[in-house]
């Protein structure tokens, strides 16, 4: 692919988070960017950011569990921008708490959010780039798509679902012979405001499952992703190619593990407890924007040696390392002194 190449670009779910650093990203190279998202003051400083890094932006107000929603704009973006080059879908809504805390309009609220979310992405994406035979659809997934932990089950259903559309849409697109890509980023526990906006049954604030890392540092793989999408599945962060690796081998083992730690890591004294009720049903920053960082910066970290090691083909290597370490860890914990 020519990167010097102009490229039209829709991010959902880019009024903060890993989609906002992403989308500011893709200005830099001097893309056309779309910003889809729900609340309205994200939006546009979202906007804003493109704009000061150097690209065009389209801020279009729109709930991604909503077809029509995401088909009008869909359609808007290619009236304004031209063919739509790039898709990542990365927007959704979740709650935390233990699964008998969460309740069923909770549940299917986060469920459609998130994997109907990317459903309705991906074919408005297809629609346009499969009679074009070109484009790329870059879904940013989690390593909760193999490995649900506690606390979070309509989240981790959601993603293990995507995984699932996911792959049988890539089945399909290789079977017809198309030149349309789509590819999984699976991220660590990233640095976003999710943790203060989301619904939440937790006594106490919640965080991400140490270690942090930066939304810029999983910004980063979205676009090499977005660049090289013939690769399946992207894996960003140690921790992520450990989790993965660990629960294809042992995943007996990380159950009773995260039955013992997953309660307490993804909770903090830190922070006060966020009030309101999240966004679950409606925007958090709608009236307010919350950029792309959350409250956890002094404990996020910007570089990840398998992130290195990923991007010069190493990944593996030292993927299987970790995992003969981690798992003799497990072993010694569960066997005793």
């Known amino acids: 692919m020519n990167r010097t190449a102009r490229q039209t670009v829709v991010v959902t779910g880019a009024s903060a988070g890993i989609g906002r650093a992403a989308a500011r990203m893709f200005a830099a190279r001097g893309d056309r960017v779309a910003l889809l998202a729900r609340g309205r003051a994200g939006l546009e400083a979202a906007a804003a950011d493109v704009r000061a890094a150097g690209g065009e932006a389209l801020p279009l107000v729109t709930d991604m569990a909503e077809w029509e929603e995401v088909e009008t704009a869909a359609r808007r973006v290619e009236e304004e921008f031209g063919p739509i080059d790039v898709w990542v879908n990365n927007a959704f809504t979740a709650a935390f708490g233990r699964f008998m805390d969460v309740s069923p309009d909770e549940f299917l609220q986060a469920t459609r959010s998130t994997y109907l979310g990317y459903v309705h992405g991906t074919r408005a994406a297809l629609d346009r780039m499969v009679p074009r035979d070109r484009g790329t659809v870059v879904q940013v997934g989690s390593a909760l798509a193999y490995r649900g932990i506690p606390l979070q089950s309509a989240y981790c259903g959601a993603k293990h679902a995507i995984q699932g559309f996911n792959e049988a849409v890539r089945c399909e697109l290789l079977h017809d012979r198309s030149r349309v890509r789509v590819t999984m980023v699976q991220m660590p526990a990233v640095n976003t405001p999710q943790f203060t906006w989301l619904r939440t049954h937790l006594p106490r604030h919640a965080q991400p499952v140490p270690p942090i890392y930066r939304p810029e540092l999983a910004a980063r793989a979205v676009l090499r992703a977005a660049d090289h999408p013939r690769r399946r599945e992207y894996w960003v962060g140690t921790s992520t190619a450990l989790t993965l690796l660990a629960n294809a081998v042992v995943p007996g083992l990380l159950d009773h593990y ?57 990944g593996k290597a030292v993927a299987l390392a970790g995992l003969a370490g981690a798992g003799y860890a497990l072993v010694r914990r569960r066997e005793g002194p």
């Open 258 to 314: 995260l039955a013992r730690t997953g309660f307490d890591s993804q909770q903090t004294d830190a922070h006060p407890q966020p009030a309101g009720h999240g966004n679950l049903f409606a925007p958090a920053d709608e009236k307010e924007d919350y950029g792309a960082h959350g409250v956890f910066d002094d404990q996020e970290h910007g570089f990840d040696p398998q992130v290195w090691a990923s991007r010069h083909h190493l």
